[in-house]
């Protein structure tokens, strides 16, 4: 379905980036990319506190600052805020003053906008090196990609976004949706519909939805990982 989906991928994307967590079985991550945005994102979080499920948010510094107060509800509801960049440029094409730079004005307008430190970056369009990412995590971030994304940009249906999830969506899994857009606001309307489905899904399944955090504290093993990382112990 998509390069994320490839075997070959998939495999090479685990060396460097947080695709899932294996010895997690009784939750999933939800995450939520290029927000926030004003039509999208409050009705997001207002699914999220029904099914008491939590989410991790990778924001783009624009939408931080045009969208504050939106924001500042999903920390106080409990949600985690995390890096997505400021210009979403794909980093195959940027150079490391770049990377800085883009990972420096996320990270100022999530701590303008609520005071909160991110620790988790998502490269824009999910494709970075594994140098790039250690570099990122010289800078003080783990980088993060998922295992599960139905594509819900292109908006193939709200029918088609909930099979694509549920048929892949299993413990430990990080679920990549997109509350927002590099454009500003855009049409999320498929995305929230099929949020609502796949809540109940896992309600019925038995699993609970959870920030990348919450999904990382579960596994001290993974936990311990990131601290290497993050201290430049791990190449
Ligand atoms: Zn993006």
Redesign the pocket.
């Known amino acids: 379905m998509t390069l994320l989906h490839s075997p070959r991928f998939s495999s090479w994307a685990r060396g460097h980036l947080l695709c899932r967590v294996d010895s997690v079985s009784d939750r999933v991550a939800l995450t939520f990319?290029?927000g926030p945005s004003r039509g999208a994102t409050p009705h997001v979080l207002d699914l999220l506190a029904r099914h008491e499920a939590h989410a991790t948010f990778f924001t783009l510094a624009p939408n931080v600052d045009r969208l504050p107060d939106v924001v500042r509800r999903a920390v106080d509801d409990g949600h985690e805020l995390a890096l997505?960049g400021d210009l979403?440029w794909p980093l195959p094409v940027s150079t490391p003053g770049l990377i800085r730079r883009e990972l420096e004005r996320s990270a100022a307008a999530v701590a303008r906008a609520t005071g909160a430190t991110a620790r988790h970056y998502r490269p824009?369009?999910g494709f970075m090196a594994p140098s790039q990412a250690r570099f990122v995590a010289r800078a003080g971030y783990r980088s993060v990609l998922g295992d599960v994304y139905p594509e819900d940009t292109y908006r193939p249906g709200v029918d088609t976004i909930v099979r694509r999830v549920m048929t892949r969506l299993s413990g430990g899994s990080i679920l990549i949706l997109h509350d927002g857009s590099?454009f500003g606001e855009a049409d999320r309307s498929q995305t929230v519909a099929a949020l609502a489905v796949i809540l109940e899904s896992l309600r019925r399944s038995g699993l609970r939805g959870v920030s990348i955090a919450e999904l990382l504290a579960a596994a001290p093993e993974e936990s311990r990982e990131t601290d290497a990382i993050l201290r430049g112990g791990s190449s």
């Open positions: 990319d290029d997505h979403h824009p369009f590099p």
